[in-house]
Nanobody, 122 residues
Framework: QVQLVESGGGLVQPGGSLRLSCAAS?????IGWFRQAPGKEREGVSC????????NYADSVKGRFTISRDNAKNTVYLQMDSLKPEDTAVYYC??????????????????WGKGTLVTVSS
């Protein structure tokens, strides 16, 4: 069983920045970031492979969000800049079924964290 704990969410004004963290109980697994806005389906935001050598982003966040990892700390980060009101959602991190590969599909995930709320509002 893999434990995942997200942190770093909060209230931020449009144009602002937040950095989310995903602390894992094990190391060397790929991590995906997802979000779910009220009344909408959960969607993939970004992912990073176990080595960190492969990353991917949803078109809606490309150029604004940056994913990275610190394997010494078993932590993956999602730096979110130029935030927009439409980025408001609960953000989740997850480990994929193919545990070393970058994957942004909801059905491809095996373990989930409980999420952290990001609210972008003036």
């Amino acid at each position: 069983q893999v434990q995942l704990v997200e942190s770093g969410g909060g209230l931020v004004q449009p144009g602002g920045s937040l950095r989310l963290s995903c602390a894992a109980s094990v190391n060397a697994y790929a991590i995906g970031w997802f979000r779910q806005a009220p009344g909408k389906e959960r969607e993939g935001v970004s992912c990073i492979s176990s080595s960190g050598g492969s990353t991917n982003y949803a078109d809606s966040v490309k150029g604004r969000f940056t994913i990275s990892r610190d394997n010494a700390k078993n932590t993956v980060y999602l730096q979110m800049d130029s935030l927009k009101p439409e980025d408001t959602a609960v953000y989740y991190c997850a480990v994929p079924r193919i545990m070393f590969r970058c994957d942004m599909t909801v059905d491809g995930m095996l373990y989930w964290g409980k999420g952290t709320l990001v609210t972008v509002s003036s």
